[in-house]
């Protein structure tokens, strides 16, 4: 299937082997050591995932992905116009 993704790649068992991954799969995780030691989480799209699944399940070669739109931003709420220090 081809799901157009930033998260698209595919590791082999023998470089899960060599940097210690642990792969979650359930919860769309890896988790591996980095080169200071510390323990970095790669996170995937369940909403991705779940759509290619339904597109191979009814035998599709492409899945579009909707663009999300932009939210909106508020701007703060003005509850009195003045000067701070009245005269």
């Known amino acids: 299937v081809d799901c157009p993704s930033l998260y698209n790649c ?18 769309l995780k890896l988790k591996y050591y ?9 996170n ?3 909403a991705a995932a779940r759509r290619c699944f339904e597109a191979t399940a009814k035998n ?14 508020k701007l703060p709420a003005v509850n009195s116009i003045g000067s701070p220090n009245p005269v």
């Open 44 to 46: 995937g799209d369940i």
């Open 34 to 42: 980095t080169k200071d030691g510390q323990v970095a989480t790669i």
């Open 60 to 73: 599709l070669t492409t899945v579009v992905t909707p663009k999300k739109k932009k939210a909106e931003q």
């Open 10 to 27: 595919i590791i082999g068992r023998t470089t899960l082997a060599e940097l210690f991954v642990v792969s979650l799969t359930i919860h």
